[in-house]
């Protein structure tokens, strides 16, 4: 996920904080990308770990209205929130922030088109426009105002494969701080033979990010730009096979109980075809 983006849209809806790390895949030869909006893409994968910041955000979803005030650190890898019209005097919520692993933009472009314009002037700073569509129905789009001096994106509209915009952050006040260098946060890992359960297949351009057994077995997939997690349990007899769908503005909670006797729950910023295959790819490995 874009750090800013992703990241701020997931703790306030999911829970599921990314930013862009590691080694980057080799690009791919007749990128679908031009020189400019390749720059561009990298760059704002870059600002989350180039650019730490603080600020007041303004996030809408399903009608309502939501004052966030965030702070990210990069010496902790933490991001600090509270909700400033939940409750007064409103309590500091730490997050941590997960490492995901570089997608590049010409493998980005494989699932996503991107262009640019002009922005809007946000938080009182001059941006540019990167928007992004989806090339399938797998994938949401993004259209973002990104700050020119340090690629963060200051607002977001997060929309459906059809083009319906299905929640909007954006920053009212936003200070970029000195950034401390720290090392990524570990990641939680088990060997895949250790886990009762197992995914056959997965949705075209993701992949698995992370997976552990506490407190249920989960896996982290991304695509590079979209997150989602995983979680299995086993059903209890008083749970029937079938289905429930949950949506909060941009984010997804997709619960399915298998005839395998398991409860699969995907969350993420995702529609429910990609949940629903992921959720169905959920295996035991006894039956592999």
Same mark, same amino acid.
């Given at each position: ?9 997931a +703790?306030?809806?999911?829970? $599921? $904080?990314?930013?862009?790390a590691?080694?980057s895949?080799p690009e791919? @030869? !007749?990128?679908q990308?031009d ?10 994968l870059? *600002?989350?770990?180039?650019? /730490?910041?603080r !600020?007041? $955000?303004? &996030?809408e979803?399903s009608g309502k209205?939501?004052f966030?005030a965030v702070?990210?650190s ?7 929130l509270?909700?400033l ?7 500091s919520e $730490?997050?941590?922030?997960?490492t995901l692993?570089?997608?590049t933009?010409?493998?980005? %472009? ?13 938080a009182g700073?001059?941006t540019?426009?990167?928007s992004v569509?989806?090339?399938d ?6 259209v973002?105002?990104v ?5 963060v994106p200051?607002? +977001?509209?997060t929309?459906?494969p059809e ?6 952050? @954006? ?7 000195a950034?401390t260098p720290?090392s990524?946060p570990?990641?939680? *890992? +088990?060997?895949? /033979? ?7 297949a =997965?949705?075209?351009?993701f *992949?698995v990010?992370? /997976?552990g ?6 896996? =982290?997939l *991304?695509d590079g ?6 979680y +299995? @349990?086993?059903?209890?007899q ?5 289905? %429930?769908v949950?949506?909060? %503005? ?6 399915k ?9 995907v969350?993420?910023?995702v529609? &429910?075809?990609?949940a629903? =295959?992921?959720?169905e790819a &959920?295996?035991s490995?006894?039956?592999?």
């Amino acid at each position: 996920m874009l750090r800013l983006s992703r990241c701020v849209l997931a +703790v306030l809806a999911v829970g $599921i $904080i990314a930013t862009a790390a590691g080694a980057s895949a080799p690009e791919h @030869e !007749g990128c679908q990308l031009d020189d400019s909006e390749t720059q561009r893409v990298a760059a704002v994968l870059a *600002s989350g770990t180039s650019t /730490s910041y603080r !600020g007041t $955000i303004l &996030v809408e979803y399903s009608g309502k209205r939501e004052f966030v005030a965030v702070e990210e650190s990069g010496a902790s890898g933490q991001l600090v929130l509270r909700h400033l019209n939940r409750t007064a005097n409103a309590e500091s919520e $730490i997050r941590r922030v997960n490492t995901l692993p570089t997608r590049t933009p010409c493998l980005l %472009g494989n699932f996503y088109g991107f262009s640019l314009d002009t922005g809007q002037t946000v938080a009182g700073r001059d941006t540019y426009r990167l928007s992004v569509r989806p090339k399938d129905t797998l994938r949401l789009g993004y259209v973002m105002d990104v700050d020119h001096a340090t690629d963060v994106p200051l607002r +977001v509209l997060t929309l459906t494969p059809e083009g319906q915009m299905v929640e909007r952050f @954006e920053f009212a006040e936003f200070e970029p701080i000195a950034k401390t260098p720290s090392s990524a946060p570990e990641r939680e *890992s +088990v060997q895949a /033979s250790s886990m009762r359960f197992a995914l056959s297949a =997965l949705p075209p351009g993701f *992949s698995v990010i992370n /997976s552990g057994v506490t407190p249920v077995e989960h896996w =982290l997939l *991304s695509d590079g730009l979209a997150t989602m997690s995983v979680y +299995v @349990e086993p059903r209890s007899q008083g749970v029937k096979p079938g289905e %429930g769908v949950v949506v909060r %503005g941009a984010t997804l909670t997709y619960t399915k109980g298998t005839l395998e006797h398991a409860l699969v729950t995907v969350v993420g910023e995702v529609p &429910v075809t990609t949940a629903r =295959l992921v959720a169905e790819a &959920v295996r035991s490995r006894e039956g592999l």
